[in-house]
Nanobody
Framework: QVQLVESGGGLVQAGGSLRLSCATS????????MGWYRQAPGKQRELVAT???????NYADSVKGRFTISRENVRNTVGLQMNSLKPEDTAVYYC??????????WGQGTQVTVSS
């Protein structure tokens, strides 16, 4: 059974940093593209960043230069380092795994709140 469990969310002041982590189980990590998405109140879920099994990354324009996605294949985890946080980064952040055959898996989400 595939499981994704996020951790690391919390409350931080604008300009601060947080690191999110997503632990995976179920044997798909090594071949999946991993990603972070977020959903603010009243808004649709949006892409934050992705990283392929080969390490290629992609970022939303709004977070480029501030956020860094990384993966540790030995530990089956994916991280999101968030620096220079802004109030508009406030959202629930979700970990995502996309299997090469198309299956999608989601974590339960972790709240990030940035105060001004």
């Amino acid at each position: 059974q595939v499981q994704l469990v996020e951790s690391g969310g919390g409350l931080v002041q604008a300009g601060g940093s947080l690191r999110l982590s997503c632990a995976t189980s179920g044997g798909i990590f090594g071949i999946s593209t991993m990603g972070w998405y977020r959903q603010a109140p009243g808004k649709q879920r949006e892409l934050v960043a992705t990283i392929t099994s080969g390490g290629s990354t992609n970022y939303a324009d709004s977070v480029k230069g501030r956020f860094t996605i990384s993966r540790e294949n030995v530990r089956n985890t994916v991280g999101l380092q968030m620096n220079s946080l802004k109030p508009e980064d406030t959202a629930v952040y979700y970990c995502n795994a996309r299997h090469p055959f198309g299956a999608l898996y989601w974590g339960q989400g972790t709240q990030v709140t940035v105060s001004s």
